[in-house]
């Protein structure tokens, strides 16, 4: 079943304490992507990735790191989370040649509930 | 940056009528995505545009690179129907993996 997969779904840490949420996609998808969303804000971009080892900066990307070491995985890292980091994660992705004739389709991941006490 | 803005924010239903939920931009675009949110949080991607119209059921989607604004429609409204519905972009200029969202529409669809 094509399907992209975030772990874990639910994270309640504390401030400073470094943690990382996985993403792993089947589809063989060159593009992916993470997005956190909040009560009157919406969804946000953070990072992006077009292809193994290239990665970009969404709209939200401080506090957040990410890597591209294989197509499958692209994981979320927070080094020191702190409050204003609790939020709703999604991690998402396409075939990269979005908008040029082929399926474009995003397929999202279930979301992770993240809180930082 | 582009301003994605759609209206209305909230909109109840009953069953089978017709829906309409609006999305316009600031900036010209390369695509414009319109995805569904469940109640249970799940996201699933219902169109990509770039131009014109497209249907898929009983959803149509339209777009006026023009007047920069997209139009999302379903007919026959039922309550299943009931989610957020999430206007996102791409900028025209911008990196392609750039996407700006919406705020989202709540649509509740009563029986």
């Known amino acids: 079943e094509a399907q992209v997969t975030q772990n874990p779904r639910y994270l309640i840490t504390v401030t400073g304490k470094k943690l990382t949420v996985t993403c792993s996609q089947n589809m063989n998808h060159e593009y992916m992507s993470w997005y956190r969303q909040d009560p009157g804000l919406g969804l946000r971009q953070i990072y992006y990735?077009?292809?193994?080892?290239?990665?970009d900066k969404g709209d939200v990307p401080e506090g957040y790191k990410v890597s591209r070491k294989e197509k499958r995985n692209f994981p979320l890292i927070l080094e020191s989370p702190s409050p204003n980091q609790t939020s709703l994660y999604f991690c998402?992705?396409?075939?990269?040649?979005?908008?040029?004739?082929?399926?474009?389709?995003?397929?999202f991941g279930p979301g992770t509930r993240l809180t930082v006490l | 940056k582009n301003e994605v803005e759609q209206s209305p924010q909230n909109l109840t239903a009953q069953e089978g009528e017709f829906i309409t939920i609006n999305c316009s931009y600031s900036v010209g675009i390369s695509a414009l995505h319109w995805l569904q949110q469940h109640p249970g949080g799940g996201i699933v991607s219902l169109f990509m545009l770039s131009s014109g119209k497209k249907k898929h059921g009983r959803l149509i989607a339209t777009i006026n690179i023009q007047e920069k604004h997209s139009s999302l429609h379903i007919t026959a409204s039922h309550p299943r129907d009931s989610a957020v519905y999430i206007c996102?972009?791409?900028?025209?200029?911008?990196?392609?993996?750039?996407?700006?969202f919406g705020k989202g529409t709540k649509l509740s669809v009563k029986p």
């Open positions: 990735s077009m292809n193994v080892e290239v990665t």
């Open positions: 996102a972009v791409r900028d025209y200029g911008g990196s392609q993996g750039n996407l700006i």
């Open positions: 998402a992705s396409s075939p990269r040649r979005v908008d040029r004739g082929r399926s474009n389709e995003q397929f």
